[in-house]
């Protein structure tokens, strides 16, 4: 599966985004999804992730309740709205589909990875 990342950009803190990941191929609905992220010398780290089918979710502790993951089967896409950014939420996010089908926390079982959109959020 390919995957095509969108929607990042330059907010204030407290602003709002929504990031949209486009995936190639009939398979799409099959696999597991996550959003990760990469600040300028920090690792990678897990953001949220998404069952095959929706019904589960995962998400790092430093977003929960202001991130939500979802996904569309039907349209091929994954989401994560981003409400109440702050500083500490800028990095590079990447959309990430692992062959597991579970919320997959672990960068390990992800296979394919798209390009990253950037978020910058200034205080």
């Known amino acids: 599966v390919q995957l095509q990342a969108s929607g990042g950009g330059s907010v204030q803190a407290g602003e709002s985004l929504r990031l949209s990941c486009a995936g190639s191929?009939?398979?799409?609905?099959?696999?597991?999804m996550g959003w990760f992220r990469q600040a300028p010398g920090k690792e990678r780290e897990l953001v949220a992730a998404?069952?095959?089918?929706?019904?589960?979710?995962n998400y790092t502790d430093s977003v929960k309740g202001r991130f939500t993951i979802s996904r569309d089967n039907v349209k091929n896409t994954m989401y994560l709205q981003m409400n109440s950014l702050k500083p500490e939420d800028t990095a590079r996010y990447y959309c990430?589909?692992?062959?597991?089908?579970?919320?997959?926390?672990?960068?390990?079982?992800?296979?394919?990875w798209g390009q990253g959109t950037q978020v910058t959020v200034s205080s």
């Open positions: 990430a589909a692992s062959g597991l089908g579970v919320a997959v926390t672990t960068s390990h079982y992800y296979a394919y």
């Open positions: 191929g009939r398979t799409f609905s099959r696999y597991g």
């Open positions: 998404i069952s095959s089918n929706g019904r589960a979710t």
